[in-house]
């Protein structure tokens, strides 16, 4: 019987805690309990035991996978094994926690009957509520006319320097946004089969997922955000040993696909706007170049 969702998580790295993994776990458990969901998840020979204990008395680990290889590795493996045994596949980071009560059919029944949809997300408040940053981790920055002004991005746009959640300025449903961050992706598998496996630059996920964005907006899909859908990550980011890793290789195998470059450039691109809208501009890559990050396009429209 094919699943409604499969849940991959790679539990791997200096960053890994017994309390992180058992709470992203058990918060996803707890906030979907009328769907069919399995989890695969690769460790690190170390947490096997650890996550053996999670599941025990459950039956909804499909497998436990000790490995050394990168993550693209383990989730293309995973995708080629699993893709007809489900639905929809939920790619979670290890430090994440579920807070919407029937997490996934919530966000699955606001984006049903609409075509072309390719990666979802939902929100996290990290960062702004907790941290006191005005900063939103959810989204890649995409193309927008305000890239210069992030964090005040999105959601936060009506804010300068400090945190003030009477300015937030939230969507009331579902808005096509340029792309998604790795901590949470949720994908239908007949959208993922057209996106394709993923790019294997680093060991682990730095760029995936802008790369992944822009292969979802290459093939004219667009890629969503439910705001009134939430999660939290990180979960005790003091407690990190480290941050991002492998950047520079992650960017040289990205500017070798695409041919050109993100981060701290005018509007996000090392290649002037106007080239970008040329080259792609028989899909949906350009989108994000001609507004801002808080002009919503609601994905009913």
């Not at 290789?249 to 970008?276: M, Q, R, T």
Request: contains cysteine.
């Amino acid at each position: 019987m094919k699943l409604d969702l499969i849940v991959f998580i790679k539990c791997s790295g200096p960053n890994i805690r017994e309390d992180n993994i058992t709470d992203t776990i058990n918060s996803f458990i707890e906030k979907n309990k009328t769907c069919s969901y399995g989890f695969y998840i690769t460790v690190d020979n170390k947490m096997k035991d650890i996550v053996h204990k999670i599941f025990e008395g459950r039956d909804t680990l499909l497998k436990l996978k000790v490995s050394d290889n990168s993550w693209a590795k383990d989730f293309n493996e995973f995708f080629d094994e699993y893709k007809e045994a489900t639905d929809w596949i939920l790619i979670s980071h290890d430090d994440v926690e579920y807070i919407t009560e029937n997490y996934f059919e919530s966000i699955v029944n606001q984006v049903s009957g609409y075509e072309n949809i390719g990666w979802i997300t939902s929100t996290s408040d990290y960062y702004y509520a907790i941290e006191n940053k005005v900063v939103t981790d959810t989204f890649r920055l995409g193309f927008y006319n305000d890239v210069d002004r992030w964090g005040a991005m999105f959601q936060l746009h009506n804010m300068s320097s400090t945190p003030d959640l009477e300015l937030l300025d939230v969507p009331e449903k579902p808005v096509k946004v340029h792309g998604i961050m790795s901590a949470v992706m949720l994908i239908n598998v007949k959208s993922l089969e057209k996106i394709g496996h993923c790019e294997d630059w680093t060991n682990y996920t730095m760029l995936i997922d802008e790369d992944w964005s822009l292969e979802a907006l290459k093939n004219n899909m667009w890629n969503v955000w439910v705001p009134n859908v939430h999660h939290r990550h990180p979960i005790r980011r003091h407690l990190r040993p480290t941050n991002n890793k492998w950047e520079e290789e992650a960017h040289n195998g990205f500017e070798k696909k695409w041919g050109f470059d993100i981060g701290k450039y005018p509007n996000g691109l090392s290649i002037p706007v106007e080239e970008l809208r040329e080259k792609y501009s028989e899909t949906n890559i350009p989108w994000s170049t001609y507004r801002n990050s808080y002009d919503w396009e609601y994905i009913d429209e």
